[in-house]
């Protein structure tokens, strides 16, 4: 039985297959142009019984699709000059019952959010394991066949976010963005400062039917209660010293868009008491005035705090926290997603060229170490450190003198064996060596938690002279 191979993301669209006997195995079509991928595929499914026809075009597929039946598809989204997202909807057209699923390795909220409104039901993050993919393939061809769905309308573009990441982690993020958006459903998202809580937020409203309505943030930290008040749900003239005229609040401007409460917790108990009428009642008092006005405004939020320890603290509403997190999405941090840091770093210097007109590279040994690099300060962190590079790098190259030449904040923690050192070469050392320690040793687990691969940690270890010592653990 074949249980190693590909590496892929998969995204799951369309309905439920009928309960089959074995009589009749379920029967699969893989289109992919790349012909040794489909060639694997068909070996695996073939290997466990499954019925399987291979295409290596959306023509062939169709021809296909028109002559036999198929309880599911297999579509890679990249197909040379054709999109697996546009086929999706002959593979609906021609056998609506069928579950197609769209196979790509570069998914993003946009690629993911369309799957979704045409019919997605979940996806597998890379890197995929065969025995998650035969788990899917039979669970889904033993479940009662369901009605098909008619694709929600899309538009037929929509703006491009700032979210970089293929992580499993940020690829879960991407699925709940996309189920989300396209309700008005209140979403909480938390997670600690520079994740990119304010994009999440911007990509929710961007794939709602509210995106061509206002997006409208405020930071509620950064104002007192009494000015925060005047803010969200404006003024009458009078209503308070220096108050001259009337003023519409934030909330009357976001009228049939979206706000963005960013740091929700820091507001006081009185301040959660008025925004949970807002959210029970869609209606808002402005300071000074008797009279309520009705507003239709979509509500997210978000947080760097527990709020579980907040409410039991008696420092935030229990009920505002259910009205707020229907939906809870949880940014993790660059340390929980380390693979995603190469990807971010180019993304970020392709940012710095565009703006500056510069042609600024980074070399591998460079990404190298700042792969390995603790980030407390997170994505926003990262991006300051990438600017600052490509402005001082040598000849418009990013090199790893460069980066140990820079002065990144390496460490916070106050550990003593975590203290600032003479160079970025024993900070690397010192932060391989504890994770050594913190992982008894063992190789495998360290270069995991250390975001690489097992190879490029003896690399690391024999250039800055750590022994790992005999043995293949």
């Known amino acids: 039985m074949v249980r190693d191979g590909l590496c892929q993301q998969v995204l799951i669209v369309g309905g439920f297959l009928p309960e089959r006997s074995m009589s009749k195995p379920v029967s699969v079509l893989v289109v992919d142009d790349d012909k040794s991928i489909a060639k694997w595929l068909k070996s695996v499914l073939t290997a466990e019984g499954y019925r399987c026809q291979t295409a290596h075009s959306t023509e062939e597929a169709e021809a296909l699709l028109r002559e036999e039946r198929f309880d599911i598809t297999l579509v890679d989204i990249y197909l040379r000059e054709a999109s697996g997202l546009d086929f999706l909807k002959r593979v609906q057209a021609l ?30 993050a890379k890197p995929l394991k065969i025995d998650e993919l035969l788990s899917l393939v039979k669970r889904l061809g033993s479940r ?4 098909p769905r008619e694709a929600a309308p899309v538009d037929s573009f929509s703006p491009p976010t700032s979210i970089v990441g293929r992580s499993p982690k940020m690829l879960e993020v991407y699925r709940v963005v996309a189920r989300v958006a396209p309700s008005d459903a209140t979403v909480l998202i938390t997670g600690a400062s520079g994740t990119g809580k304010e994009l999440v937020a911007r990509a929710i409203h961007q794939h709602s039917h509210r995106s061509q309505m206002p997006f409208v943030p405020i930071n ?24 001259d005229r009337s003023r519409h609040g934030l909330i009357k401007t976001a009228n049939g868009g979206t706000l963005f409460l960013d740091e929700v917790t820091e507001t006081s108990i009185m301040m959660q008491t008025k925004l949970l009428r807002v959210l029970q009642e869609r209606q808002i008092r402005p300071v000074g005035s008797n009279v309520l006005i009705p507003v239709d405004v979509r509500i997210l939020a978000a947080s760097n705090r527990n709020v579980d320890e907040l409410i039991q603290a008696g420092d935030f509403r229990e009920d505002l926290y259910y009205r707020l997190g229907v939906v809870t999405i949880h940014l993790p941090s660059l340390e929980e997603r380390r693979e995603d840091i190469p990807l971010l770093v180019r993304h970020f210097l392709n940012d710095f060229n565009q703006r500056n007109q510069k042609r600024a590279s980074v070399r591998e040994d460079a990404l190298s170490i700042l792969a390995s690099l603790p980030w407390p300060g997170n994505v926003r962190e990262l991006e300051n450190a990438v600017e600052r590079l490509a402005i001082f790098s040598s000849h ?5 003198a460069d980066v140990e030449r820079s002065k990144l904040p390496l ?22 060596l504890r994770a050594l320690r913190e992982a008894d040793g063992n190789r495998s687990l360290a270069a995991k938690r250390l975001g690489i691969e097992r190879k490029s940690l003896y690399n690391k270890a024999r250039r800055l002279g750590i022994d790992l010592g005999p043995g293949d653990a």
């Open 144 to 147: 009662p066949l369901a009605a």
């Open 411 to 432: 460490v916070t923690s106050s550990e003593p064996d975590a203290m600032p050192v003479g160079t970025l070469r024993e900070m690397e050392r010192q932060h391989i």
């Open 396 to 400: 418009g190259e990013i090199t790893a």
């Open 95 to 124: 056998q609506a019952d069928c579950n197609c699923v769209m196979m790509t390795a570069h998914a993003s909220v946009e690629t993911v959010a369309r799957s979704v409104t045409e019919g997605a039901v979940e996806y597998l």
């Open 220 to 243: 509620c930290g950064a104002l007192s209660e009494a000015l925060l008040e005047s803010e969200l749900f404006g003024h009458e003239k009078g209503a308070f010293t220096g108050a």
